[in-house]
């Protein structure tokens, strides 16, 4: 295996499917099997997801709800996604333990490094929920913050494409996938790969990323074996 600590970012949208909103039951049970046959290759997997399917601090604006106050409403949405990808990993057997960056110690533990590090070490899934806890970042920074944090090896995140491409390959049918780029390429290109607060962390500390489709099923098992089944970015 070329990696043996992952963060893996999966955004809000893939959970709802087909849908125009909310979860996806078949999509779930689908990560679950996935995130299960890498959890038993004796990876070790972290996980941070977006609320968008519910709810997106960004959009509030637009509907008379203040800027920090949406932004903490979708805080809250990415804790509800995780609660049921926690479902969806026990369901297949894992052992998993959610994290906030919120309190709510009814649902969920409160964010703590070191034991968060400690659950990885005893095999189980940590997935991170709400943030890190603070307005104005997104789920993507959360992202970087926790994969440094736990000393992760790379970020790998989940999207509907498979890679990251010269133009949008929905709109270009020209559009050529990248497989490696460097952060500063990524940068003068202007490359929409993450926001410039987590990729700025990421190239910082030396975090590689990877970018690929995680709705293939078997994709997740092909990038953490080093296989270029998407683009890295390093």
Same mark, same amino acid.
């Given at each position: 295996?070329?990696?043996?600590?992952?963060?893996?970012?999966l955004s809000g949208e893939s959970l709802m499917?087909?849908? %125009? +909103? @909310?979860?996806?039951? *078949?999509?779930?049970? %689908? +990560? @679950?099997?996935?995130? *299960?046959?890498?959890?038993?290759?004796g990876i070790e997997v972290a996980i941070v997801i977006g609320g968008g399917n519910i709810f997106r601090g960004v959009q509030a604006e637009g509907s008379g709800i203040e800027r920090v106050q949406g932004d903490y409403m979708g805080m809250l949405a990415t804790v509800i996604n995780g609660m049921a990808l926690q479902s969806a990993l026990e369901?297949?057997?894992l052992y998993t333990r959610l994290m906030s960056g919120i309190k709510?110690?009814?649902?969920?533990?409160?964010?703590?490094?070191?034991?968060?590090?400690r659950h990885l070490e005893k095999g189980r899934i940590v997935i991170f929920g709400a943030g890190i806890g603070n307005p104005y970042f997104t789920t993507d920074s959360t992202a970087s913050l926790r994969a440094i944090e736990i000393q992760a090896d790379v970020v790998l995140k989940g999207t509907r494409v498979d890679g990251v491409y010269t133009a949008d390959p929905e709109k270009d049918p020209t559009a050529t996938r990248y497989s490696e780029l460097s952060f500063q390429e990524a940068?003068?290109?202007?490359?929409?790969?993450m926001d410039m607060t987590a990729f700025t962390l990421c190239q910082e500390n030396n975090l590689p990323i990877i970018v690929f489709d995680?709705?293939?099923p078997g994709n997740l098992m092909k990038i953490v074996k080093g296989d270029n089944a998407g683009t890295l970015i390093n």
């Open positions: 295996m070329k990696y043996k600590r992952i963060l893996l970012k499917g087909s849908g %125009q +909103y @909310g979860i996806d039951p *078949k999509r779930l049970e %689908q +990560y @679950g099997n996935e995130i *299960k046959a890498i959890k038993e290759m369901k297949v057997g709510m110690e009814q649902v969920c533990e409160p964010f703590i490094r070191r034991r968060a590090i940068y003068e290109k202007n490359l929409n790969i995680m709705n293939k």
